[in-house]
């Protein structure tokens, strides 16, 4: 079997961690969440941690020298030889660049589209586990324990899960990250999937883009 280097893309709460995770399962590469990286460092109080706090609370970017740093590191890990889904990463063009220029090879991308509208709605329901980082949705996808994760903590909605913030980080999306869509297109390794309300319809388009 050929091996697997995939990059999601697609706007914050289009459904790329939801993915992510099933193909990991499926092809038994890790699922790598820059996000969740960031987020892990935050509650730890690590200096990264403190450096990337203020950007990703606001809902921006962190730098792209800091996130390019993190990604290295990550794909150094020997759990990456047999392929690895990237969720999050690239978010601008100079970062797809680095991999290029670390030599990482990325053999197929995916872009989940969702129409803003639906974005908006869809983070309203995203609950995020603090103990253990599991993700739920109150609608797509709820925890079988109710308001409690399935490690038996509270969920909690992300601080950039706010509305507000959410705006921003739409027209982030569009203006910074939405161009990789022109720069995988010209390597021949951009797949579009369209969001659909129900999981698993998603789940099996995402399937047919990487196996088609
Ligand atoms: P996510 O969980 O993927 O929505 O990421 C949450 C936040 O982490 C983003 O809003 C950014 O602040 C930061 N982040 C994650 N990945 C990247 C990236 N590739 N480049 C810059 N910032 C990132």
Known sequence: ????????????GAGK??????ISEKYGIPAISTGAIIREEIASGSPLGETVKSYTQAGALVPDEVVIDIIKARLAKPDC??????????????????????????TDVISIEVADEDIMDRMAGRRVCKACGATFHTKFKPSPNGEK??????????????????????????????????????????KIVYGQEKLEDTTALTAAALEG
């Open 1 to 12: 079997m050929r091996n697997i280097n995939l990059s999601l893309l697609g706007a914050p």
């Open 81 to 106: 030889e047999n392929g690895f889904i990237l969720d999050g990463f690239p978010r601008t063009v100079p970062q797809a660049e680095a991999l290029c220029e670390l030599g990482v090879e990325i």
């Open 17 to 22: 961690g939801t993915q992510a995770e099933i």
């Open 149 to 190: 994760c399935t490690c038996g903590a509270e969920l909690t909605r992300r601080a950039d899960d706010d509305p507000e913030v959410v705006k921003s980080r739409l027209v982030i999306y569009h203006e910074t990250t939405e161009p990789l869509k022109a720069f995988y297109e010209a390597k021949g390794l951009l």
